[in-house]
């Protein structure tokens, strides 16, 4: 099964009725994305995958436009954190860089959502590939994601 057919097999085992939209264009960054779809950067959800004690995974999704405070990743989690490199980030959600979607991942791991995208009454969260998109609101992010309401952004 491809990336963007896991996506939206997960979305229809929740009876989410949440739609895919698909685009010619490359949404593959906050910038790119909110071109294409013509919204404000702070619209786009970037998904970014963090390591921690060289084994354990999480992930942050936050607004496009802001920049993610390091030290509070760290009092987030505890201990310091690094981005994932391209092939962890593979490895842990089967998806590319530019098209991570936050949920529908091959392995389980803690998602934090920041309050940055509170601005917002629906934000577009990458679907799996480079040039799709998933308008959603922040509740709905949480309820799909199991995910934890966090600020770690500046």
């Known amino acids: 099964m491809n990336e963007i057919a896991r996506v939206r097999a997960y979305l229809q085992q929740r009876n ?3 739609n895919i939209i698909e685009l010619e264009e490359d949404t593959s960054t906050a910038f790119l994305a909110a071109q294409a779809l013509g919204t404000e950067v702070g619209q786009i959800a970037k998904s970014i995958l963090f390591k921690i004690n060289n084994e354990e995974y999480f ?5 496009g436009d802001i920049r993610i405070d390091n030290k509070a990743i760290k009092n987030l989690v ?3 954190a690094r981005m994932a490199n391209a092939d962890e980030v593979h490895e842990i959600t089967g998806f590319n860089i530019g098209g991570v979607c936050p949920f529908a991942m091959k392995a389980e791991i803690p998602v934090y959502l920041d309050e940055s995208l ?4 629906v934000v577009y969260a990458a679907a799996g590939t480079g040039n799709t998109a998933l308008p959603i609101s922040y509740q709905q992010l949480l309820d799909i ?6 600020r770690v952004s500046v």
């Open 16 to 18: 989410s009725g949440l």
């Open 59 to 63: 992930m942050v999704v936050a607004a």
């Open 118 to 121: 509170l601005r917002y009454d």
């Open 78 to 80: 505890g201990v310091r």
């Open 145 to 150: 994601t199991g995910g934890i309401p966090c």
